[in-house]
């Protein structure tokens, strides 16, 4: 390797798939790993078949996508650390490759993922192999657990990620901000019925345009602004522009509540277990900021009315509590590994 620090970490995930919610992992897990362990370069990888530019401003280097499926590039890492994100919810190769976790002779760690059980049996040989497993929520912990006795519970880097925490008062205080996802007929009947509430200063913003465009979230909403975003920093300075955020994605919910933005979460049913959204409304005390999509939805009155009920203060010393837990978790992991 160049020079540089004596020993480096290689980041590997989703990170060029065009989402914001992923595409900030890399910048994220980076900046919590250099805050523990200065010592420690951080290098990053992602072989996503969008190949789109991610943010990523700690490494020597980005690798090319090819990187991950090298032993030889690999290897000459002190570790491999997977993750954050969803890459156990859905196969990201080469992870369900039994003989490419034969060829990685470095400690694996994988990283506050979140799981399907479809994926995680796939991915099964990796699950095994890896020196330290960690999901990012209960219902993920819990499918890990069926492998893997020594599962740890790490929130999601970008949560716990001080960087993107508290803003100054919203510009536009009367302002909805709606942040819908892939459109199932579900979600396309209740945000149809939304859309002709919303009023003239209202915005829709996209944090996946690709997918959103491709699933109709535009087609939806025919007569409001609507906002494709790429970047992190985007992100934040619409939602600090925001009075209200509701959002079907779990990274604008995040945002949001990082950012003292009153915001109401979407989920399929409250009962649900499985629901990242839910499960993160629960660990801050605002389970009544929910939104079932299997009950009648709330119309925009009933939305900005809810919101009302934010706790600011209440979400950001609950989320400063994640944080500083995430980061002791963290070092203990690294200390114990590279």
Sequence with gaps: MDQGPEKSVLLFGAYKNGNIGDQFQASSVASHIRAVRSDLGVDATSNSRAERDYEFEF?????????????????????????????????????????????????????????????????????ERAEVVSGRDDFSCEMISRIRSDVRYLNDPILTDPRLDAAPAPTRPGRLTVIPRKQTDRYRQVYTLLEAELAPDDLVVSMFPATDEASGVFDTFPASPTARLTTMSELCEQIDGSGVVVSSRYHGCIIALKRGAPCIGTVNSTSDRASKIGELFKQIGHEHLLVSFTQTPRNRAAIMEAAAEFDAAAVGARIAEMRDSFRTSLKEILDSVV
């Design 59 to 127: 490494g020597q280097r980005i690798e090319p996508a090819s990187a991950i499926g090298d032993p030889e590039v690999v290897n000459r890492y002190s570790a491999l650390v997977i993750g954050g994100g969803g890459l156990l919810a859905s196969v990201h190769r080469p992870m369900d490759s039994q003989s490419w976790v034969e060829s990685v002779k470095i400690p694996i760690i994988l990283l506050s993922l979140g799981v399907s059980e479809d994926a995680l049996e796939k991915c099964r040989p990796l699950v």
